[in-house]
């Protein structure tokens, strides 16, 4: 039986698509394998910034030194953008960008299906037809990301089998064209997975076990919008928690307009949405914000963000913040500092900015200069490292229902809540059960908590 296994890279939308490529290989009749055994290394990649593309890079080296043998096949958004660069490494034989993803295991092996070959596929058979098993060049399969209507959805074995909480991607590529901004040219437009299919997913990730989904996007939040008739993420959610039995329903990453009134209501009034909003800021400066493209200014962001704070009191709000845009003074540095420091923010992600081949940002001439972008970078992620604290300070004492996961470490294994605190519980404990924890505090720099009894 040929094996393989899979390195995945980005967001949790590339984290769906890996799910839905691991599942197409189990259906081609494959096994799943530590890299240094199996017979191909699938590398899905990220390319939203430049440390991004020499993870992927770095990765696909090692695994090439490490298996020499494995053919190794490198898709995603880096596959889409760059492929004649990837396919110059060492070790490579097919670069598969996210038009084909889907065909992924028929490109590779022609043919092999569970059914013809009763789950298994030959490697004397895949020596002929596997261009990854022999010393030729490697093949390169972009496609035209225009022509893709479909979503890439993650099944529900895959997904159910690889996390305890699996990711359902409903929605991808962008419409926008933020100015730093990649991900139109790797992944298209917007398009939706159709509310039915949604909900059937979501039933199947139910019955392979899952009690916590994530659905996600690229822009979530324009989700429906494309499809006839119309829909919208407010109304899929409703049906998810009307129509399914799902425990516990997270959203990923939405933009300040897509937090409607209507939307907050559904999540304070539900005892089943994850009270967690993750809401990407970029810039607290106005000018840089009109020079990113973005089609919000920092009093309205923070008005949304406030909105969540008055309707949820104890909900997480993440963000994302980009250090060092072109342009960008010491005045805009120290204004998107004083937003960070007054919202009521949870975490934040912080990127230092790089450019990125074919964006309007890469043509900027007003460039920042790399120390400074380092230290600016750093001074952020300082302050989200303090509210960051504050917030687990906060919620001492409180008692919080949390889904314990696979992660183990020092002893202890990781829970989550619902408003994405990781708790360390005792590691006797099983991944995928609700515990009711108080929380204790931090003990060795980690939140700890102790699991309660609840009277009715």
């Keep these: 039986m040929a094996s393989y296994y899979m390195e995945n890279f980005g967001c949790r939308a590339t984290q769906a698509d890996a799910a839905a490529i691991e599942r197409q290989f189990l259906d081609c009749g494959f ?43 490198v898709t995603g958004c880096y596959a889409q953008r760059a492929p004649e660069e990837l396919a110059g490494i060492e ?42 098993l022999d010393c030729g060049p490697a093949k390169i399969l972009t496609g035209n990301l225009l022509e893709n209507a479909g979503v890439l959805a993650g099944p529900a074995e895959a997904g159910a089998g690889g996390h305890t909480r699996p990711t359902l991607k409903i929605q991808d590529g962008c419409n926008h064209r933020c100015a730093y901004c990649v991900i139109p040219q790797v992944r298209g437009a917007s398009r939706s997975l159709a509310p039915a299919s949604v909900i059937e997913e979501i039933r199947r990730l139910i019955r392979a076990g899952a009690r916590e989904v994530v659905l996600s996007g690229i822009d979530l939040g324009s989700y429906g919008r494309d499809l006839r008739p119309r829909a919208s993420l407010n109304d899929l959610v409703g049906r998810v928690v009307s129509e399914t039995p799902l425990e516990r329903l997270r959203l990923s990453s939405l933009e300040p307009a897509h937090l409607t009134a209507e939307l907050l209501d559904g999540i304070a009034a539900s005892g089943r949405i994850a009270p967690h909003f993750h809401v990407p800021l970029q810039s607290g400066a106005d000018r840089i914000l009109a020079a990113m493209h973005r089609w919000y200014r920092a009093a309205h962001y923070a008005e949304r963000i406030e909105r969540i704070r008055e309707r949820i009191p104890d909900a997480a709000i993440g963000s994302d913040v980009i250090a060092g845009f072109p342009g960008e003074s010491e005045d805009d540095h120290r204004a998107t500092m004083s937003l960070v420091e007054r919202l009521p923010f949870t975490y934040l992600h912080v990127f230092s900015f790089s450019p990125r081949p074919g964006t309007e940002a890469a043509r900027m001439v007003d460039l920042v200069d790399g120390e400074t972008i380092r230290r600016r970078a750093r001074e952020l992620r300082a302050l989200g490292a303090q509210k960051a604290a504050a917030f687990r300070a906060s919620q001492t004492g409180r008692v919080l229902r949390a889904l314990t996961l696979q992660t183990v470490r020092n002893g202890m294994r990781d829970a989550l809540t619902g408003n994405y605190l990781t708790v360390g519980v005792d590691a006797g404990w099983p991944a995928n059960q609700w515990l009711d924890l108080r929380l204790r505090g931090t003990e060795n720099g980690a939140l700890v908590g102790e699991p309660v009894a609840l009277t009715a």
């Design 91 to 132: 070790g490579v034989r097919w670069v598969i960008g996210n038009a084909h993803q889907a065909e992924i295991p028929q490109i590779i092996a022609p043919g092999a299906n569970a059914a013809a070959s009763e789950g298994f596929v030959p490697l004397e058979r895949l020596a002929g037809d596997f261009p990854s």
């Design 31 to 73: 096994q799943a394998a530590a890299p240094g055994e199996a017979d191909l290394l699938i590398v899905n990649t990220c390319t939203v910034t430049a440390s991004a593309d020499s993870r992927a890079r770095q990765a696909i080296r090692s695994f090439h030194r490490r298996n020499p043998s494995a053919g190794i096949v």
